[in-house]
C-alpha cells in the first residue's frame, strides 16, 4: 500500500517562501498524478494543484503567480513551493496521489498532512 | 472554476440512522465526482469515486448516486465512526474542487 509523507518547515515568517516535499513510498511516481491540497485551521479544503510524471502541471487560477509544483522521480519525491507567503497561507497541506489520466482528481491515497504557520 | 455547494451544512443523528447529503456543481461533471470522510486530526478519505463507485475497503453501508449535476452520498446505517465531516469534489475540470463540507455529528 503506497504511503506519502510531507516534510518542510513548519514556521515561516510573511513574504518568505513555503517549501514542501513529498515522499512516496512505493516507485509508483511515474505513473499517477500528484496533487497538493491545504486547509486553514477549522476550515475546509482547497486544492492547489497537480504534477505528472514528465512534469505537466495544472495549478489553482488564484494561486498561479505564487506557486510551483515539481517532481523528481529518482528521489520519488513531488514538492511544492509558494512564494510571498501572508498568514492566509496558514494551513494544513496535504500531498496526494491522484488518478491515471482519466480521473486525475480522485485523490485516493493521502499524507497525514504537514502544518504549516505564517507568523512575524 | 467549478463551484461546489453542500447541504446540509451540519446535520445531527443517531446510531442507525439513515442520512442523506447533497452536492450541487455550477456545470456537468460528467459523474466526475467523489466523496471523502474526514476525521478530526486525519486525512480525508476517500469513499466513493465518480458518483457511485465504492472505493475499496469501504463499508456498503455508503453509497453514492447522481449525474450531471446533483449528486447525494447516502450512509445508511450510521455507526459510531462514521461521525465525521464529509466533503465532495469535482474530478472533471481541473481545479478539481471541493464542496465546503457536511459535518455529521451527535
Known amino acids: 500500500q503506497v504511503q506519502l509523507q510531507e516534510s518542510g518547515p513548519g514556521l515561516l515568517k510573511p513574504s518568505e517562501t513555503l517549501s514542501l516535499t513529498c515522499t512516496v513510498s512505493d516507485g509508483s511516481i511515474s505513473h499517477y498524478y500528484w496533487s497538493w491540497i491545504r486547509q486553514p485551521p477549522g476550515k475546509g479544503l482547497e486544492y492547489i494543484g497537480y504534477i505528472y510524471n514528465r512534469g505537466t502541471t495544472n495549478y489553482k487560477p488564484s494561486l498561479m503567480s505564487r506557486v510551483t509544483i515539481s517532481i523528481d522521480t529518482s528521489k520519488s519525491q513531488f514538492s511544492l513551493k509558494l512564494n510571498s507567503v501572508t498568514a492566509a497561507d496558514t494551513a494544513v497541506y496535504y500531498c496526494?496521489?491522484?488518478?491515471?489520466?482519466?480521473?486525475?482528481?480522485?485523490?485516493?491515497?493521502w499524507g497525514q498532512g504537514a502544518l504549516v504557520t505564517v507568523s512575524s | 472554476d467549478i463551484q461546489m455547494t453542500q447541504s446540509p451544512s451540519s446535520l445531527s443523528a443517531s446510531v442507525g440512522d439513515s442520512v442523506t447529503i447533497t452536492c450541487r456543481a455550477s456545470q456537468s461533471l460528467n459523474n466526475y465526482l467523489n466523496w471523502y470522510q474526514q476525521k478530526p486530526g486525519e486525512a480525508p478519505k476517500l469513499l466513493i469515486y465518480?458518483?457511485?463507485s465504492l472505493q475499496s475497503g469501504v463499508p456498503s453501508t455508503f453509497s453514492g448516486s447522481g449525474s450531471g449535476t446533483d449528486f447525494t452520498l447516502t450512509i445508511s446505517s450510521l455507526q459510531p465512526e462514521d461521525f465525521a465531516t464529509y466533503y465532495c469534489?469535482?474530478?472533471?475540470?481541473?481545479?478539481?474542487?471541493f464542496g465546503p463540507g457536511t459535518k455529521v455529528d451527535i
Open positions: 469534489q469535482q474530478s472533471y475540470s481541473p481545479p478539481f474542487t
Open positions: 496526494a496521489r491522484g488518478g491515471q489520466d482519466d480521473d486525475r482528481g480522485r485523490l485516493d491515497y
Open positions: 465518480t458518483a457511485s
